[in-house]
């Protein structure tokens, strides 16, 4: 039986001074940013890419402090990660954050059940569940080789709206929250697994979606607020290192758009 923990003062701010952290999807966007924040608390962030090899450069040597990485992540691939995860053992150890930001998505009406063809369903679950559970899986090891450890799933309000791109996203999107729900379960004590849930970021994430749009329906939120990449990289570093007695639970950062 694993001997419970107690502290008086509770267990404080988890500090990133010297610990590694692998984000997935680092080259751009959401995943950008918050290896952005991560490093600028002292984490090593490991960038994780599929494709985009110089943009993933380009951000490991922005970072501040030493010691990045750029590596390629392709998450429908398990071998090619848990070679990854090798090479990060062989270099660091341990792992102590875990950022599944990587995914994507195909914007296709939801009344259009034609054009939502199989091969596009089962792609869109390939990408954005069972990639992030390949990721975890093939870091789990050292995670736990951390003793205390975090994995951050970068989620969407899509999957409790129903409401999103496609009705494939929404509907992985929900499955991504499960999966938060029991891998928080089950890698307990050592590793917390917490999601984060935002609208529609300023990004370039969903192909044909401008600003426009996104800022109309930041407009119909109660905040009113474009939300940023750097506003969700705020909610993941505040997870990483304020949510200490927080696990299996998805947090909604959409400036109320579910209201």
Known sequence: ????????????????????????????????????????????????????????????????????????????????????????????????????SAGSTTPVAHGDLDMMTDELFDSMLRVNVRGPYAVTRAFVPLLRASGDAVIINISSISGRTASGSSIAYCAAKAALDNLTMSLGRVLGPEIRVIGLAPAAVDTEFVAGRGRDAIAAQAASTPLKVMVHPDDIADAALAAVTQFRVATGTTFVVDGGKHL
């Open 1 to 100: 039986m694993t001997e419970i923990q107690v502290r008086r003062g509770g267990l404080g701010p988890f500090g990133l001074t010297d610990k590694v952290a692998v984000v997935t999807g680092g080259s751009s966007g959401i995943g950008a940013a918050t290896a952005h924040r991560l490093a600028g608390h002292g984490a090593t962030v490991v960038v994780g890419y599929h494709s985009g090899a110089v943009r993933a450069e380009k951000i490991v040597a922005e970072l501040p402090g030493d010691g990045h990485l750029a590596l390629r992540l392709p998450i429908e691939d398990t071998r090619a990660l848990e070679a990854a995860a090798s090479l990060v053992q062989e270099r660091f150890g341990s792992v102590s954050v875990l950022v599944n």
